[in-house]
Nanobody, 125 residues
Framework: QVPLVESGGGSVQAGGSLRLSCVAS????????MHWFRQAPGKEREGVAV???????AYTDSVKGRFTISRDNAKNTLYLQMNSLKPEDTGMYYC???????????????????WGQGTEVTVSS
């Protein structure tokens, strides 16, 4: 398991932006898949975005065109740039690390082995 620490959450009005960061202890370049998940109040946790070591990305449909996931392996840091935020983006956001399957990363938690403690995002209308 890899210790993960998120930061960057906060409160913002609809249409605003936030950038989440996640620092991974150790060598981030060794981690095949880095994820962002979120959980809204009363809802199940969902995968938001995932990135592999080569920089290939995948997003859930509701954030495409608004969110950008990136990783800086030299700094052992994962990012999530969130623009045009909507009230439905409100929730706890979690950084996660896991393995790939057939050299691909998937937006599900089945292959995740490490979780951060979460950072809260609140978007008001």
């Amino acid at each position: 398991q890899v210790p993960l620490v998120e930061s960057g959450g906060g409160s913002v009005q609809a249409g605003g932006s936030l950038r989440l960061s996640c620092v991974a202890s150790g060598y981030a370049y060794n981690i095949p898949c880095m994820h962002w998940f979120r959980q809204a109040p009363g809802k199940e946790r969902e995968g938001v975005a995932v990135i592999d070591r080569a920089g290939s990305t995948a997003y859930t449909d509701s954030v495409k065109g608004r969110f950008t996931i990136s990783r800086d392996n030299a700094k052992n840091t994962l990012y999530l740039q969130m623009n045009s935020l909507k009230p439905e983006d409100t929730g706890m956001y979690y950084c996660a690390a896991g393995r790939d399957v057939g050299s691909r990363c998937y937006l599900i938690s089945s292959f995740v082995s490490s979780w951060g403690q979460g950072t809260e995002v609140t978007v008001s209308s």
